[in-house]
C-alpha cells in the first residue's frame, strides 16, 4: 500500500487531454516538492516534472504539473499512443525521512 | 552523456547477500546525491535508499533498514548496495538513480536513472 494514492488507470482518445491524480499528506505531498515520472513498457523510468511544476530539458509542454495542498495532478495534453505508460508521482516524507512514490497509473490511449 | 550501469544481481538463497554496484560517467558524481529504488514484477516503484553527494547524510526506508546499507566511493565514481537477510519479497529490478541535488533530504527529484540489475530471492 503506497504512502501517495494515485488511480490505477486512466484513458483517453488521441488528441484529447487528461489528468492524473497523486494525493498524500501534510507529510509529505503538503510540505515537499512532487514529481512525476513517466514509465514505458520494458523501460526504466523517464523524469517527466519536478519541483510541481516544472519541465526538464527535452519534456514538451504537452506535460504540466501542478500541486495543491496534499493533492498534485499531472496533465498530458495532445494526447498520443506513445503516451502510453504509468506514471508515477513522487515527493519525500519528512516523517518517514524516505522518499515515496505513488502506486502509479496506467495511461491508454485509445 | 549521463551513464548509470547497474550489475551484482541474481539469484539468491532466501537469508542470503548480494552486492549491488553502480558505474556512473558523464557527470561529476561527487556532486549529486544517489538513490537505489526498485520495482518487484508487475509492481510499482519502491524507493530504497538514498545517499547525500558525500555521504554524510544516507536515508533509507522502512523495510529496508538493518538490512540494506548504501555507500559511495567518489573517487572510483561508484555507487553500492550491500543487502543482506534477503527475503523473497526482495525480489526486484533495482535500479540505481540520480538526484537532482547535491543532499536529498527533502526531495525525491530523480533525473537520471540506470537500466537496472534483477534480484531474485528464492530457494
Known amino acids: 500500500q503506497s504512502v501517495l494514492t494515485q488511480p490505477p488507470s486512466v484513458s483517453a482518445a488521441p488528441g484529447q487531454k487528461v489528468t492524473i491524480s497523486c494525493s498524500g499528506s501534510s507529510s509529505n505531498i503538503g510540505n515537499n516538492y512532487v514529481s512525476w515520472y513517466q514509465q514505458l513498457p520494458g523501460t526504466a523510468p523517464k523524469f517527466l516534472i519536478y519541483e510541481n511544476n516544472k519541465r526538464p530539458s527535452g519534456i514538451p509542454d504537452r506535460f504540466s504539473g501542478s500541486k495543491s495542498g496534499t493533492s498534485a495532478t499531472l496533465g498530458i495534453t495532445g494526447l498520443q499512443t506513445g503516451d502510453e505508460a504509468h506514471y508515477y508521482c513522487g515527493t519525500w516524507d519528512s516523517n518517514l525521512s524516505a522518499g515515496v512514490f505513488g502506486g502509479g497509473t496506467k495511461l491508454t490511449v485509445v | 552523456e549521463v551513464q548509470l550501469v547497474e550489475s551484482g544481481g541474481g539469484l539468491v538463497k532466501p537469508g542470503g547477500s548480494l552486492r549491488l554496484s553502480c558505474a556512473v560517467s558523464g557527470f561529476t558524481f561527487s556532486l549529486y546525491s544517489m538513490n537505489w529504488v526498485r520495482q518487484a514484477p508487475g509492481k510499482g516503484l519502491e524507493w530504497v535508499s538514498s545517499?547525500?553527494?558525500?555521504?554524510?547524510?544516507?536515508y533509507y526506508a522502512d523495510s529496508m533498514k538493518g538490512r540494506f546499507t548504501i555507500s559511495r566511493d567518489n573517487a572510483k565514481n561508484s555507487l553500492s548496495l550491500q543487502m543482506n537477510s534477503l527475503r523473497a519479497e526482495d525480489t526486484a529490478v533495482y535500479y540505481c538513480a540520480r538526484s537532482s541535488y547535491s543532499d536529498s533530504s527533502g526531495y525525491l527529484e530523480i533525473d537520471y536513472w540506470g537500466q537496472g540489475t534483477l534480484v531474485t530471492v528464492s530457494s
Open positions: 545517499i547525500s553527494s558525500g555521504g554524510t547524510y544516507i
